[in-house]
């Protein structure tokens, strides 16, 4: 809980970092935070495109003719893979949400 004597340190330290308002600093943190996240997203899901050499899509549905890898590391990566889609999915909702 922010007790008043913070309340006030943290407005004139916003305004001093040239926000207008907490709100305006918090967006402007949430939007770094999230492009770090969808980086870090994009980062995962390359990795998967590089080792299999095709998108998602392609390893979806070429999974059983991959004999480079075993079946229990097709099987972890794929789910990985897609959890990652999901993952940057939900994060470009959220700066869409965030950019209007």
């Known amino acids: 809980m922010?007790?008043?004597?913070?309340?006030?340190?943290?407005?004139?330290?916003?305004?001093?970092?040239?926000?207008?308002?907490?709100?305006?600093?918090?967006?402007d943190q949430a939007l770094?935070?999230?492009?770090?996240?969808v980086k870090k997203s994009n980062h995962r899901i390359e990795f998967f495109e590089k080792k299999y050499g095709m998108s998602y899509e392609e390893f979806s549905k070429n999974f059983h003719a991959i004999d480079e890898v075993e079946l229990f590391e097709k099987e972890d990566d794929g789910m990985e893979w897609r959890t990652e889609l999901v993952v940057l999915?939900?994060?470009?909702?959220?700066?869409?949400?965030?950019?209007?």
């Open 2 to 27: 922010v007790v008043t004597s913070q309340r006030f340190a943290l407005h004139r330290i916003v305004e001093s970092l040239g926000f207008s308002s907490i709100d305006e600093f918090a967006l």
């Open 89 to 100: 999915r939900n994060l470009e909702k959220d700066l869409a949400e965030l950019s209007l």
């Open 32 to 37: 770094k935070k999230l492009f770090e996240e």
